[in-house]
């Protein structure tokens, strides 16, 4: 059959929308938001393509394999463009409309994206995000449009948390302690990092099943690190067996709707050295002193520079190799991050 013989661009609007922990109105706020702000930029449309803020400002969280995705917020609303394969998932998670292409021609998501962008001129698009490759593309697609970008009026947007968004934060940070008591009981001289590990994670996936009335169980997982293992915060979950002595880390990442919290602590197996103590003590200090400097007006920086003095009294500070804390919210790394919020 004929390239031209096939469809290339539907909707298909399989069922009803499902279940959102977002009101209309919550929904409607951000896209009124983002809205003020392109009028003020002079921007017709804007094309996101990020994890993060297709989810932010529809709700549809996508999987890429090796696909297009995108949610186009014009003055009339949002709609998202998602690929053939996810059938009527992408229409039942978004708030707004879904346009569907497929893949019997390799431009049909341009296709798409040409029948919701009619006769623009400034196009937003997220620099931080997209790569030359998709900008060649839209500039052939869209020959004489000029591409601006929306990034970080977005990343702003999404750093102030709506009321709504605190309460699915604080049900993350209940699956956090689910996870986090499930791998503090798993923990036992001789039991392999992965196992433990298997069991936090399993334990939050249940909690978080038995929360909501309908959720998209996906991406929720636990670094566990123990040893020699845990000297980066990033370092991967391996089957080393944890032994007596042994310093723990603890990192429980739930993932809801797209949302990300973080339950990050140290352990011991068994015991501590008094080495071991003496330095967890300091940490103590530094943790409390953070809590301290975090009101409204903070600047990350001035609490990061007021903690780094306690390290260097210390002479600790040569051991530090990150920051103290970051963003919550449409984060991980596999969704993205609100970096302006962070040093």
Not at 37 to 42: C, I, L, S, T
Not at 145 to 159: P, Q
Request: proline fraction near 3%; charge should be negative.
């Amino acid at each position: 059959m004929a390239a031209d013989e096939l469809i290339h661009v539907t909707r298909w609007h399989n069922g009803e929308k499902t279940y959102s922990p977002f009101s209309d109105g919550e929904m409607a706020r951000r896209r009124d938001a983002m809205q003020a702000r392109m009028e003020e930029a002079g921007i017709d449309a804007c094309l996101f393509t990020s994890y993060h803020n297709i989810c932010y400002f529809s709700g549809f969280l996508y999987c890429k394999f090796g696909r297009r995705y995108g949610a186009v917020l014009t003055r009339d609303g949002v709609t998202t463009v998602s690929a053939a394969i996810d059938g009527g998932q992408p229409w039942r998670r978004s708030v707004g409309d879904n346009v569907t292409y497929t893949d019997w021609r390799r431009d049909s998501y341009f296709t798409a994206l040409k029948d919701l962008l009619p006769g623009i001129k400034r196009l937003g698009v997220e620099f931080d995000e997209v790569n030359l490759d998709l900008k060649m593309l839209l500039e052939e697609h869209f020959p004489g449009v000029e591409l601006v970008d929306c990034a970080a009026s977005a990343m702003s947007l999404r750093t102030i948390k709506s009321a709504e968004e605190h309460v699915l934060i604080r049900k993350g940070a209940d699956m956090c302690a689910v996870g986090g008591r499930a791998l503090m009981e798993a923990v036992k001289p001789g039991v392999p990092e992965h196992e433990i590990a298997l069991a936090s994670t399993s334990a939050m996936v249940r909690g978080i099943a038995e929360s909501f009335p309908f959720v998209e169980l996906m991406d929720t997982w636990t670094w566990f690190q123990s040893g020699i293992n845990t000297d980066g915060a990033h370092n991967p979950v391996t089957n080393k067996l944890v032994e007596a002595g042994d310093i723990l880390s603890l990192n429980t990442f739930p993932m809801m709707f797209g949302y990300y919290t973080a339950l990050e602590r140290t352990l011991f197996c068994g015991h501590a050295s008094n080495a071991h103590y003496d330095l967890w003590q300091k940490n103590c200090e530094v943790h409390v002193r953070g809590m301290e400097l975090l009101k409204p007006g903070a600047r990350c920086c001035d609490v990061a520079s007021e903690l780094n003095k306690m390290y260097a009294e210390w002479d600790l500070l040569k051991y530090r190799s990150f920051g103290y804390g970051h963003s919550f919210g449409v984060l991980c790394h596999y969704y993205g991050r609100e970096a302006s919020v962070e040093l």
